[in-house]
């Protein structure tokens, strides 16, 4: 699988990274495809030199089927080369133990929603169980009829 990815350079505590179309498979700072823009996270952002993208080739690996990782979207996203990712959608990145317990106390409301569907169902099957307790009945005495005929 082709990924458009962050390839790290630079020295310890200076980081530049480049913008690769890669194997998934391979190594971050190993061997890629093709190199497409460089990202210097320690410019400000208001700097034309922080990002470089050459969007033409970025465009055509999208469009033969490269994924970009969350951080390359968002710096696509930024430029305009695709539509900016919602926040907060990383299924990799960890959920604090906060935002873990919200949500599962918003899980527990939902199940409470179908529960309250779930009970006009099970009246339903109420109201049909009488009718079939009537009919057994009224075929119990037709069958000891027969029984008593016999003696």
């Known amino acids: 699988m082709l990924k458009l990815r962050l390839s790290r350079g630079g020295s310890k505590k200076r980081p530049v990274y480049k913008v690769v179309v890669a194997d998934s498979r391979f190594p971050r700072d190993g061997r890629f495809i093709e190199k497409v823009g460089f990202f210097n996270p320690l410019l400000p952002k ?66 409470k929603a179908p529960a309250a569907e779930a009970a006009p169902a099970a009246e339903a099957p109420k109201e049909e169980a009488p009718k079939a307790e009537a009919a057994p009945a009224a075929e119990a005495p037709k069958e000891e009829a027969p029984a008593e005929e016999k003696k």
């Open 46 to 111: 208001d700097k034309k030199e922080r990002v470089g993208l050459e969007a033409e080739r970025i465009k055509y690996w999208l469009g033969q089927g490269a994924k970009p990782t969350t951080r390359v979207a968002r710096i696509l996203g930024e430029n305009d080369l695709i539509p900016m990712p919602a926040a907060g959608n990383n299924p990799n990145k960890a959920v604090p133990k906060k935002e873990r317990n919200k949500k599962e106390e918003d899980g527990s409301e939902a199940p």
